[in-house]
């Protein structure tokens, strides 16, 4: 038995899988701004933990139709802003396998040490490199929210710029397991986080040098910090039909992982 994440979105590029993804609205799905590599024909593949299903007509393949990418996004590993939201060609169709993750409030703080999940198909540290390897089964690693001053400290001692300069800023959040390697996660993958009775996207997997070494903790974008972005954008961009707030209230008891053979 496993565990099935049915917000977990393969960001694809020519069918290839390049990240990761939340969807968080029928025609919505949010990843890293650095996944994105200008303006390319991208699709989504939801509803599946098989990297490559076994008969593709079985699966949910939608194409995206527009990439939103944070304005304060600068295009580098260790930055600001690393959010973009994609919007897609034709609304996704809610089943079973197929359902949102919640937003969080701006004003909602997650505590240090929350138990957590990052899941994807990566393994981070190589997923650029010429021996990248993708696992053909969705990985799930369990983890627990950081303290950020601790996660600045351990990422400023590695670093060969100055040290007093601080690495992991405010809209980052950080997510260990404690030495275990959780290099299971994709960029642009979410973190994970199940809050009374939902569970809803604190995080998106951001910095691929967190892989380096076991030790290192996980950095992901701070969702709280552009909930009210994403929010704006959706509802600028959405189309005719229920507002995405709505949905998600209808849908939140629903959000529980399922398990499946």
């Given at each position: 038995?496993?565990?099935?994440?049915?917000?977990?979105?393969?960001?694809?590029?020519?069918?290839?899988?390049?990240?990761?993804?939340?969807?968080?609205?029928?025609?919505?799905?949010?990843?890293a701004a650095h996944c994105i590599q200008g303006t390319k024909e991208y699709s989504v593949i939801l509803g599946t933990s098989k990297l490559k299903p076994a008969d593709p007509k079985k699966t949910i393949?939608?194409?995206?139709?527009?990439?939103?990418?944070?304005?304060?996004?600068?295009?580098?590993?260790?930055?600001?802003?690393?959010?973009?939201?994609?919007?897609?060609?034709?609304?996704?169709?809610?089943?079973?396998?197929?359902?949102?993750?919640?937003?969080?409030?701006?004003?909602?703080?997650?505590?240090?040490?929350?138990?957590?999940?990052?899941?994807?198909?990566g393994q981070v540290k190589q997923r650029f490199s010429a021996n990248s390897t993708l696992t053909p089964e969705l990985q799930e690693a369990e983890v627990f929210i950081m303290d950020n001053n601790k996660c600045d400290q351990i990422y400023r001692k590695k670093s060969r710029i100055l040290r007093i300069v601080p690495l992991v800023l405010g809209d980052m959040i950080c997510a260990t397991n404690y030495g275990e390697n959780l290099c299971y996660g994709d960029s642009g993958g979410p973190l994970a986080c199940e809050v009374e009775d939902g569970w809803i996207l604190a995080g998106i997997l951001s910095w691929e040098k967190a892989c380096a070494e076991v030790q290192n903790p996980g950095v992901y974008t701070r969702v709280t910090k552009y909930s009210k972005w994403i929010n704006k954008q959706m509802s600028s961009g959405a189309l005719p039909?229920?507002?995405?707030?709505?949905?998600?209230?209808?849908?939140?008891?629903?959000?529980?992982?399922?398990?499946?053979p």
């Open positions: 038995m496993t565990r099935h994440w049915p917000w977990e979105v393969s960001l694809r590029l020519e069918n290839e899988h390049v990240c990761g993804g939340a969807l968080i609205d029928l025609s919505w799905v949010v990843t393949s939608i194409r995206v139709k527009d990439i939103i990418m944070h304005p304060r996004f600068w295009g580098r590993t260790f930055t600001m802003g690393d959010i973009a939201l994609l919007q897609l060609h034709t609304p996704a169709i809610f089943s079973k396998y197929v359902q949102p993750i919640c937003l969080p409030e701006p004003t909602y703080h997650l505590k240090v040490g929350t138990q957590c999940w990052v899941t994807g198909w039909g229920p507002h995405s707030a709505t949905w998600l209230l209808l849908l939140s008891r629903l959000l529980q992982p399922r398990m499946v």
